[in-house]
């Protein structure tokens, strides 16, 4: 059974910097994204990485604030957000897809989400 576990997330001053986790069993996987939803938002692509190269992926909003990496022995990615803006706040999910895929960005490329966790950046 897949099962993809977040855990980090919290209460943080703008500024500020959080590490988000997430715990992947169950298979491997040939990528895995970041996605986030604010309230009365769409689930916004936030990066990914490739599990086989370490390539990574971010889009504008968040380049060089965030930063993916993974562990292969502990099966776990990594979500280092650094610099976070009120903006940022939103739960956070990680994805994984067993495929290779085109559009990273897209919700539908991924097989498997976490529960998600609450990121929560104070001005």
Known sequence: QVQLVESG???VQAGGSLRLSCAASGRTF?????????PGKEREFVGRIVWSSRSTYYPDSVKGRFTISR?????TVYLEMNSLK???????Y???????VVDFASITS???WGQGTQVTVSS
């Not at 040939?30 to 604010?38: C, V």
């Not at 009120?86 to 956070?92: G, H, N, R, S």
């Open 94 to 100: 990680c994805a994984a897809t067993s495929w290779v």
């Open 30 to 38: 040939y990528a895995m994204g970041w996605f986030r939803q604010a």
């Open 110 to 112: 991924y097989e498997y």
């Open 86 to 92: 009120p903006e940022d706040t939103a739960v956070y």
């Open 71 to 75: 562990d292969n022995a502990k099966n």
């Open 9 to 11: 997330g919290g209460l």
